[in-house]
């Protein structure tokens, strides 16, 4: 079958290589239909967090397919049912996974699509646990962004985000633009979005957004205008970069939530009186790591599905572009030279 595999930095190969076969009783084979690419992907492959590989393998943790085989003890999938990946694997057993702290798994430290063989490849096997049935009206492409997704609902719930509270989303390339979406399903009051791309911001308002701030303005000055003075309850940090991560601090009103929801991929560096704006403000700061809750793969996954279902989640325009296999490493050379504003998919569904 066609892969993309993973050997280091740099050094993702086209490569044909054998069909996986379901090896055990609760394995499912899944022909891939879609796989996005993450900004961790591409930190491992074109970033500072790359790493040779003793086993290489197909790359990709955002993906979609279509039941082709299931084990034996499988009962609940079917050939031809069509499924999202929850792409962490866990033990299920130890006292984090099930105390709902199930991303912070003591036991298990493999990811499908980093060390496990991933999306990235026309077939994949994997457990029956990380398998997401999808519901009928929810397409391929949108099963491909159930990962993503999923990362903005658990943001949400494990900052502890409570309808009416006033939110504001620092950043909005695709997680953001998400956050955005769900914010507004679960009923933020001014919610705000904060980045220096007027088409983000655009499709930010469209998306739900109350308020849009370009930051390379007096972004404070409209922040304290739009709530009163008061500043934010809760600040979803989406960005990832120095600006973002002490901007959200400013936008946070007193005893409120900053939500770190974006992985930075270089050092960030506070002065003391930076710093010292988290004391005076008394704030809480939330970091967020992937998106499962207890029972695994968690509640974040259903409502994903619900919000598929409902309409209430566009995707759309979150999409730069689909490519086939081959054309991927152009596709690299494009967000190198930032001509890639959106989510890239690559296109498996034709491949064999």
Not at 2 to 30: F, M, N, W
Not at 200 to 214: I, M, R
Not at 274 to 297: A, H, V
Request: proline content about 4%; hydrophobic content about 40%.
């Amino acid at each position: 079958m066609k892969a993309l595999v993973y050997h280091g930095h740099e050094d993702v190969r086209l490569s044909e290589i054998p069909k996986p076969q379901v090896k055990t009783e609760d394995e499912v084979l899944i022909k891939v239909e879609y796989a996005g690419i993450c900004g961790s992907d591409l930190a491992r492959i074109i970033g500072s967090m790359g790493r040779k590989l003793d086993t290489p393998v197909p790359h990709g943790h955002e993906f979609s397919g279509i039941v082709e085989e299931i084990g034996a003890s499988v009962h609940d999938l079917k050939p031809g049912d069509r499924v999202a990946v929850a792409p962490k694997v866990v033990c299920g057993a130890c006292e984090n996974c099930t105390n709902n702290k199930v991303g912070q798994c003591s036991a298990e430290k493999r990811f499908i699509g980093v060390t496990l063989p991933g999306g990235w490849a026309s077939y994949c096997v994997l457990p029956r646990v990380n398998l997401v049935k999808l519901p009928d009206s929810v397409s391929a492409v949108q099963g491909a962004f159930f990962e993503p997704l999923t990362v903005a609902i658990h943001s949400a719930m494990i900052s502890k985000f409570q309808t009416g509270s006033s939110a504001a989303v620092m950043g909005c390339g695709s997680i953001g633009l998400l956050m955005v979406q769900t914010l507004h399903y679960f009923g933020a009051s001014n919610l705000s979005a904060f980045d220096i791309n007027e088409e983000k911001l655009s499709l930010a308002k469209k998306y739900g957004s109350a308020y849009e701030v370009n930051t390379s303005g007096n972004w404070i000055d409209q922040a304290n205008e739009i709530t009163g003075g008061r500043l934010y309850d809760f600040v979803f940090e989406a960005g990832g970069v120095e600006f973002t991560e002490k901007a959200s601090i400013l936008l946070a009103g007193a005893q409120a939530t900053v939500a770190y929801v974006g992985t930075p991929f270089s050092d960030i560096h506070f002065t003391a009186r930076e710093f010292e704006e988290i004391n005076r403000r008394e704030l809480w700061l939330k970091g967020i790591w992937q998106s499962y809750s207890t029972p695994f793969p968690g509640e974040e996954w259903t409502i994903a599905g619900k919000m598929f279902s409902e309409g209430k989640v566009q995707i759309d325009e979150l999409i730069d572009r689909v490519i086939k296999p081959e054309e991927l490493h152009v596709t690299l050379e494009d967000i190198k030279n930032k001509k890639v504003t959106g989510k890239v998919l690559i296109d498996f569904s034709k491949e064999v």
